[in-house]
């Protein structure tokens, strides 16, 4: 999946050599867009002459609403007053245990826990979640086969199935040791800038990152009988040991990232890792409806107020509309939708086309000859791709509707005492605790309601320890998305385990805390002086999430 690419690495590649750079870029850039929705390749006829725009590369402004444009005046105010933070930890918060408003299940805990519909939905749009439920978790073949409908895997891929990755529609885990092929966790891949053309490309934001030459920009470890899979991701672990200020000693595992098996020849030296673990799917229709003046709001890119922290607002361009936009999803926020981050985990990590992404080939490179010329998936009868209408729609809509789980010992004095360091660390200051979704949200699920995902959706610098010194768009090597931290309390009653952060190096949640450093360092060292009593009434309020 290029989760973090809406242009499509390997045809990127090519098209940033041969593509005519015009002054007349925006239409140029449209036209292409469109086209790759449309029909995919064959577009770069447009060959247009050629001014280098040196002023393209000031970087991309998004026209933003500061003000809810959903809302009338009397609304705006009910909305205020229902998502200012409280300062009373006495009891609970009216609807603070249904963190997903009127979506959210309360079907009793279980390993299914996250694998629920939303509870709002009408008996026909339950029907529509069951059936993508099943593309979820279809597993794909080669091509050709004769399963009809079911062909088009690879050539190169990490999984055949989504569900693969997302075990139990939760998070992904690093491989256990050495014999572990890594199966729900991946390497992104990509290079510095080079050219001008390149420079011009990510200034332009037409790419949000540069792939490498021959492998893209993801390192496949699987490949379809006969090919040679890209590699295998390597991870060595070194424990470090940190002192808590009451004695506790804590060991954090910082993980250095290598490939192995180098299907391909040699791999650019330059090249730039980026380990990710498959995300939580839970609630993400509920992100995708938080509208966009809530998110302006907590964006302070220059630290204006001088509190320490600065998130801004992830720039992304939506490949169906071709306009710039806020990314909200992916460790790094680099896409825009559901829609478009599940188009690209077809191609990217399936090799399945889609009328978004739309090369059979996945993500074979031009450097990949012999992967470009294998068999596809498409069946003509069905359509040009090989997962057409209306399956990635339906995909989408189940992994809009996976619902959060109802919170569990909301008036526990432990985790009320535990909310309250929550608040006073200043964990709040970027774990946004709650939303009322936009009244104009696509999905009907999903409208004006009261939220609780912990994540201002921005992104943060969070310090030389987390970077993986790998930029994506406006997002800098050491910046990550807040992780929404709803139903984080449930990751081992669902995946039996307690592997946290963008590349599963926590191995607990006090771990992923004491990871935190850049922006995040003051609430971390706020964490490692308290008491160990407070400490567990912190921990004892995430598990309540
Ligand atoms: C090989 C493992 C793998 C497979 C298969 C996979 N994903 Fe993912 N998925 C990931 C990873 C890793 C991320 C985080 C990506 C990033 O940070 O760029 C992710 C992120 C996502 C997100 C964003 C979640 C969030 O909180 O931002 C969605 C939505 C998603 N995947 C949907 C899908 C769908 C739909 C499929 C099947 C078509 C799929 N994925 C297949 C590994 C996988
Ligand atoms: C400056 C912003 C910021 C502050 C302040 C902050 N966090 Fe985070 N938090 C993040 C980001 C960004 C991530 C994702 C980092 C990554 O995956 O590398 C994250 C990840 C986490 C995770 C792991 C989530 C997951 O899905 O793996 C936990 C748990 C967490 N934070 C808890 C806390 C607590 C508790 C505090 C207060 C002591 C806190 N955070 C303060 C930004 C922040």
């Known amino acids: 999946m290029r989760c973090s690419k809406p242009i499509r690495p390997t ?24 086209a790759r929705v449309a029909v995919g390749a064959g577009l770069f006829v447009l060959a247009a002459p050629i001014a280098l725009a040196v002023a ?94 079911s062909d088009g895997l690879g050539p190169l891929y990490n999984a055949r199935a989504c569900q693969r990755c997302h075990l139990k529609d939760g998070r992904g885990h690093p491989p256990d040791g050495p014999d572990d ?51 295998q991701m390597t991870i060595d672990y070194e424990e470090i040991p940190v002192t808590l200020a009451d004695g506790e000693v804590v060991h954090l595992r910082k993980p250095t990232y290598g490939i192995a098996d180098l299907g391909y020849g ?34 302070d890119p220059d630290d204006a107020d001088g509190d320490g922290i600065s998130g801004k607002i992830s720039v992304t361009r939506d490949p169906v509309t071709g306009d710039l936009t806020i990314g909200r999803f992916g460790w790094k926020a680099s896409t825009p939708s559901v829609m478009v981050q599940s188009a690209e985990a077809f191609s990217g990590d399936i090799g399945i086309s889609t009328p978004i992404v739309t090369d059979a080939f996945g993500e074979c490179s031009i450097a990949q000859s012999i992967c470009r010329d294998q068999p596809t998936g498409v069946q003509r009868r069905l359509g040009d791709v090989e997962a057409p209408d209306p399956l990635l729609g339906l995909v989408t809509f189940y992994a809009q509707n996976l619902a959060v789980p109802a919170r569990r010992d909301v008036e526990d004095p432990k985790v009320l005492e535990g909310k ?20 104009k949200a696509e999905g009907k699920a999903q409208r004006f309601q009261l939220i609780w995902p912990y994540t ?34 449930l990751t081992e009653t669902v995946n039996g385990h307690t592997y946290f952060l963008h590349d599963g190096r926590a191995r607990s949640l006090l771990e992923a805390i004491l990871w935190h450093g850049g922006e995040a360092e003051a609430a971390a060292s706020r964490v490692r002086d308290m008491s160990r009593g407070e400490r567990e009434a912190l921990l004892a309020f995430l598990e309540s999430l």
């Open 11 to 34: 045809t990127s590649t090519d098209d940033l050599t041969a593509r005519p750079l015009s002054h007349h870029r925006e239409a140029l850039r449209r036209a292409r867009w469109g």
């Open 56 to 149: 393209d590369r000031a970087g991309p402004t998004l026209d933003l609403p500061t003000r809810r444009t959903d809302l009338s005046t009397k609304d705006r105010a009910r909305v205020r007053a229902v998502t200012r933070q409280t300062d009373d930890f006495a009891a609970a918060e009216r609807f603070e245990a249904m963190p997903g408003g009127g979506a959210t299940s309360t079907a009793s805990i279980t390993r299914d826990a996250f694998s629920h519909p939303s509870a709002n939905l009408d008996f026909e749009e339950r029907q529509t979640f069951f059936v993508g439920n099943g593309i979820f978790k279809k597993l794909w073949v080669a091509a050709p086969s004769s399963t009809a409908a």
């Open 181 to 231: 092929v890594a199966s729900s966790m991946f390497l992104r891949l990509s290079v510095p800038p080079r050219t001008v053309e390149e420079h011009d490309a990510l200034a332009a934001f037409e790419t949000l990152r540069i792939p490498e030459p021959t492998y893209g920009g993801q390192l496949q470890n699987f490949a379809v009988t006969g090919l040679s899979a890209e590699g």
């Open 266 to 299: 040699p791999i650019d030296p330059a090249v730039q890792l980026s380990p990710r673990v498959a995300n939580p799917m839970i609630g993400l229709g509920l992100l995708e409806a938080i509208h966009p003046a809530d998110l302006m709001a907590n964006a």
């Open 456 to 489: 201002d959706l921005l992104l943060h610098d969070m310090g030389e320890g987390l970077a993986d010194g790998r930029p994506v768009g406006n997002a800098s090597g050491s910046e990550w998305r807040t992780a929404p931290l709803w139903g984080i309390g």
């Open 420 to 439: 309250k360091l929550f608040y006073e660390a200043g964990c709040v200051d970027c774990h946004t605790p709650k939303y009322v979704t936009s009244r």
